[in-house]
């Protein structure tokens, strides 16, 4: 980790993505249709943004300025939800609206402020990046381990069934088994890319346990009598783990990609929830609208910076580990 | 050499069985069948349905399904569709030139984009655009190739900005901008590819050796050092295919382009088992020949190989 931070490039991927996951932490802060704090018919309420209280509910921003004694708004004054029918915003013409000083980032046709959907779509983007791919090297280490400890028989089957998913083209197994579970919450999304994508560690995991298994400190430990899944554990795996953790970096990265091409395919998470994969959808839905470029644009930037910060995370721990050696 | 071929080519026999049957095991995954689908809305009664069921062989028990659908897929024949009764094969006859013609010319373009590229880069690494173009590589591999084709459309498609390309469909230009979207991807990962080998190839002695021997750089870099850079970039041909592959069915969808992926994508919406069954058995052959002929391409580019197998 410390070396990661004396590296330039770590350092900046690390800060870019710390600032992402704390916007992503405390959406409900930064965007809300409800305020930070505020006092209204003699009742002060805090962090209704967060808590959601059924008194005011039905309420926004915009509705309790002028009924409330005083008010702590959001930076983002809007929620991600909030479409024209709710905040109730009068204006010449109908949405999608321009950037201006109200919608920092413009709104979609619906009226929702793109900036709020942004700020709680990352939640959705970084954590199936990040589930994925931790699923994806929990399955990857499991069968690559076995698969070069065993060799033989076993191995031969594992190598196939590996060679089977990386020669399948993956989408229209995610787009069938999406389908099939017909389910579009998070889950199911997370499970069925992490299932997809762990022969890239698998076959990494196989090859390193191969040539650490002729290695003097594992014949020791075999000589002192360790069983073959304590061998796997804590002598093959730890071993094996640098360049694994390069892979799954670069991993998160291209997991964030493909959920914006399912959400655009219309099985990634559901619709009303904010995703960037969403989002873009949304601007392609909305290319008749032309010169809504704000619709495209920020979401892209968005993920374009995430991935980046992600994939130069991945050549900083790169460079670590090589000069660990 | 022969017999490498040989023992190849039967290697491949179980990887095309295990992918037919995950094809198959996914179709019969999904919940109900096409007859539920169509019919529930009508309501024939159960007999209608099961009439149906029998005549389409949907009836008979999963494994003689299977076998009997593999039966016929060694004779090329997979069926009918369920929902237009059209022969698959009609349907992928008409499909697959298409998606052909557009990730075949992506595959041309951006391999051979790259190759030039990436010489560039590796041998002007230190030129100041040499590291802005670098830098804008890394950029490009993070961008969604969905989003590019989303501001392609945006900018050259639409009355607003340029009006040049037909916003569906191949005719009139329109295979233009799929390309592009497709040439993206493989360009980002080929270029890095090629400059990584080729940075690697030239500190080699070999390098240093026809350097001193006066051998003009031009002719070191791409006669020595190139060729010998290539192996992992072929390789990396044939393992890119499956992700061109996948996504053409975003860039079909997106550009209204009836090809193999828009064509599994819809059969899979509507249960048409035997056309994405069709598709995928295809793909599947496909991805399979290229990296076949990925690994014999391998022994005419470097006889080491050709001797360490034949040995």
Known sequence: ?325 | MRRYVLRRLLLMIPTFLGITLLTFVIAQLAPGDPFQLDLEVVGPGQAVIDLQRTSKGLDAPLPLQFGRWLSRVVRFDFGRSFIDQRPVTEKLGEAAPRTALVAGLALVLGFGLAVPLGVLLATRARRWWARVLSVLLVAAWSVPTFWIAVILLMLFAGPRYFDWFPVQGLAEGGFVLPVICLTWPTLVVATRQVRSALEDALAQDYVKAARARGIPERRVVWRHALRNSLLPVVTMLGLHLPHLVGGSVVIERIFGIPGMGLLAFDAIGTRDYPTVMGVATVMALVTMLSMLLVDLAYGFIDPRIRLERSA
């Open chain 1, 1 to 325: 980790m410390k070396r990661l931070w004396r590296d330039r490039g770590g350092k900046w991927a690390l800060l870019a993505l710390l600032f992402m996951s704390l916007t992503a932490l405390f959406a409900d802060v930064l965007a809300s249709d409800l305020p930070l704090a505020v006092r209204v018919d003699g009742t002060t309420w805090w962090l209704p943004c967060v808590t959601k209280p059924a008194a005011l509910r039905g309420q926004s921003q915009l509705s309790l300025a002028s009924s409330a004694e005083w008010m702590w708004r959001t930076p983002i004054h809007f929620g991600p939800l909030q479409t024209l029918a709710v905040t109730g915003e009068d204006r010449p013409t109908p949405p999608p609206w321009a950037p201006d000083e109200t919608h920092w980032l413009g709104t979609d046709e619906l009226g929702r402020d793109v900036a709020a959907r942004l700020v709680h779509g990352a939640r959705v983007s970084l954590l199936v990046g990040l589930l994925t791919m931790i699923i994806a090297v929990g399955v990857g280490l499991l069968i690559g381990g076995i698969a070069g400890y065993a060799g033989g028989l076993t191995d031969v089957v594992l190598s196939r069934v590996l060679e089977v998913m990386q020669t399948f083209p993956l989408v229209f197994f995610l787009i069938a088994l999406l389908s099939v579970l017909r389910t579009q919450s998070l889950w199911p999304l997370v499970i069925a890319l992490g299932l997809t994508r762990w022969t890239e560690v698998a076959r990494l995991v196989r090859a390193e346990v191969l040539s650490l298994e002729s290695r003097e400190f594992v014949l020791a430990a075999r000589a002192l009598g360790a069983s073959p899944a304590r061998i796997i554990a804590r002598h093959l795996i730890p071993n094996a783990l640098g360049p694994v953790l390069v892979v799954a970096t670069f991993g998160v990265g291209s997991a964030i990609l493909l959920e914006t091409a399912l959400s655009f395919l219309g099985i990634g998470v559901a619709p009303p929830t904010a995703s960037w994969g969403e989002l873009l959808t949304e601007a392609h839905r909305t290319l008749h609208h032309p010169g809504a470029w704000w619709l495209a644009v920020f979401p892209g930037l968005a993920i374009a910076l995430t991935v980046l910060s992600v994939n130069a995370l991945g050549e900083a721990v790169r460079r670590s580990s090589n000069s660990a050696r």
